[in-house]
């Protein structure tokens, strides 16, 4: 079974604070995603990584940052939390087109309140 | 051009009946359609996925429908149960263009369905 973790299921932080979520695959895929959930707006994709080192920005990255040093661990960053990023967190991976398959299984989520 | 419209925003169904959900999309570029559902306290999964070459897919109760003309497809449930209670999101992927596109999904704004028993 393809597992994703994620570091933190409740995180709180405080408004400014530099905030680190961290996912983990195990099962060797090449592609890595950070979305967030809002309700009513369904996912939004923020970052993607499709390589070590490698990352693209989605549709929100503004306030976001990421970091793939391995290609199991894809870390996002909020370089000075907001409350407007107060939030749903989710980490995707999928095998990508070198694994056949392109289905994206997701971590269970990281709920960030910022105060 | 990039977004798919979702609806409802949440359904009721009693037991034994049929649930439908609708998704729209701009992108002519789509070409691969999953849906995800997702219970609470857990991340989304795959439930089922259609191609734009066929216009219906069935897997036991689920049937994804797609019409490519109109750019619509639905999430067709029946014989809902209230296991089935959860929310459920559809995406839309362009995979033609391969390892560029990297599988990234866009995905409607979610249906919360509850089945009454």
């Known amino acids: 079974d393809v597992k994703v973790t994620q570091s933190s299921r409740y995180l709180v932080k405080r408004t400014g604070e530099k905030v680190f979520l961290e996912c983990v695959q195990d099962?060797?895929?090449?592609?890595m995603f950070w979305y967030r959930q809002d309700p009513g707006l369904g996912l939004r994709l923020i970052y993607f990584?499709?390589?070590?080192?490698?990352?693209e920005k989605g549709d929100i990255p503004e306030g976001y940052s990421v970091s793939r040093e391995k290609k199991e661990r894809f870390s996002l960053i909020l370089e000075s939390a907001s409350t407007n990023q107060t939030s749903m967190y989710l980490c995707?991976?999928?095998?990508?087109?070198?694994?056949?398959?392109?289905?994206?299984?997701f971590g269970p989520g990281t709920r960030l309140t910022v105060t | 051009q990039q977004q798919v419209k979702q609806s409802p925003q949440s359904l009721i169904v009693q037991k034994g009946g049929i649930s439908i959900i609708n998704c729209a999309y701009e992108?002519?570029?789509?070409?691969?359609f999953p849906w995800y559902q997702q219970f609470p306290g857990k991340g989304p999964a795959l439930l089922i996925a259609?191609?734009?070459?066929?216009s219906e897919k069935k897997e036991g109760r689920f049937t994804i429908s797609f019409n490519k003309s109109a750019k619509q497809f639905s999430l067709h449930i029946m014989d809902s149960q209230p296991g089935d209670s959860a929310t459920y999101f559809c995406?839309?992927?362009?995979?033609?263009?391969?390892?560029?596109?990297?599988?990234?999904?866009?995905f409607g704004q979610g249906t919360i369905l509850t089945v009454h028993p």
């Open positions: 995707a991976s999928s095998p990508g087109l070198a694994g056949g398959s392109y289905e994206q299984y």
């Open positions: 099962m060797d895929h090449e592609n």
């Open positions: 990584s499709y390589d070590v080192k490698m990352k």
């Open positions: 992108n002519t570029a789509f070409d691969y």
């Open positions: 259609i191609r734009p070459d066929v």
């Open positions: 995406a839309a992927s362009g995979l033609q263009a391969g390892g560029t596109s990297y599988g990234k999904l866009t």
